[in-house]
């Protein structure tokens, strides 16, 4: 996870499935439902079933094991 790209965003939180598109690691909000749904986004390392889980500053979301995105705060979009 140490290759990790940086994301702010500018609030305490974000939700799973808003994340994957804000770091284009998806390209819809649909892509973002049926990948979480099949079990292959994985959150600091665990797979996440929960499109809304609530995501803070340090969290690492995964795509089955390929790129990886940390939640930082600040800026954002």
């Given at each position: 996870m140490a290759?990790?790209?940086d994301v702010p965003?500018?609030?305490e939180?974000?939700?799973?499935?808003q994340f994957l598109k804000l770091t284009n690691l998806i390209e819809s909000g649909s892509?973002?439902?049926?990948?979480?749904a099949d079990g292959l986004v994985?959150?600091?390392g665990e797979v996440d079933v929960r499109r809304?889980?609530?995501l803070h500053q340090g969290d690492v979301v995964?795509?089955?094991?390929g790129p990886?995105?940390?939640?930082?705060?600040?800026?954002g979009w």
């Open positions: 290759d990790a790209v965003i500018r609030d939180s974000i939700r799973l499935g892509e973002a439902k049926e990948i979480i994985s959150v600091n809304g889980r609530q995964s795509i089955d094991g990886s995105a940390r939640v930082v705060n600040g800026g």
